[in-house]
């Protein structure tokens, strides 16, 4: 684990999967990314490429050849994740493909995620470079999870998300074996708040497409500290927790999870990205808290 630091918080990643583990206030004492219980659910803030979510049959079809890749793809948890670059502000963790990651998924790439501390904010920067003479077809993303409630005299029902604009998007469902439904259920009603609840996430993620926002923020009735995540470069975002857990994961995507009626091959799958050979292309969303 590596840890960067500046007058006011500290921010520590770990190596195996390049895992933020870390964002703390060092005026306040406040942890503000959920711990990893292994009662709960044993991850902080997962990196997720080359694919998001589940693949229909755990595998995808790519020039008729089947590649079977993890959910969230290999990144995550990978102990292949090595520190690249460092600075007193900045961490960097890169992966390369090799023959093992050509098994399960057949293009030469190199991606590169730097966490950036600059003020109270986290800059989380992914950037991916095609290796190959072919087209690249790829996915990414992020799960941060953050701790809440923050404070020991708060309950889960006192926080709610709050989004820049207001919404009418409904939700897309997803369905037992981690895929989306063809149907969506109603749940902004020209709002801009999700009130948090225990049973929120009964049935899954949430999972949004062509929000109007590209901000949201998640406070408490009784304190006031405040974390925003921003996410221009990322057109998907989930939410989501595991029921009656303390904390809650806002995910901004490049991608989704297959469809109940996906036909399997990448080519074809929603929100997948197209690089040319040689060239790279750059992602960022940015984490960042206010406290009084």
Known sequence: MQTIKNDNFE???KERGGELCSFKSLKSGKEYIWQADPDVWLAHAPNLFPVIG???GDSFIYKGKEYKTPKHGFFRKNDKVKLTGQTDNSLTYGLKYDAETLKIYPFKFEINIDFILKGNTIKVRHRVTNHGDDVMLFSLGGHPGFTCPLNDDEIYEDYYLEFEKTETAPTWQVNKDGLIAKETLPFYDNTNIINLNPHIFDNDALVFKNLNSKKVSLKSKKSDQVLTVSFDDFPYLGIWAKPNARFVCIEPW?????????????EHKEGILKLKPKDTFTASYFISVEES
């Open 54 to 56: 589940c693949l229909k």
């Open 11 to 13: 921010v520590s990643v």
């Open 254 to 266: 490049l991608g989704i999870a297959d469809s109940v009626d996906s036909d399997r091959n990448l």
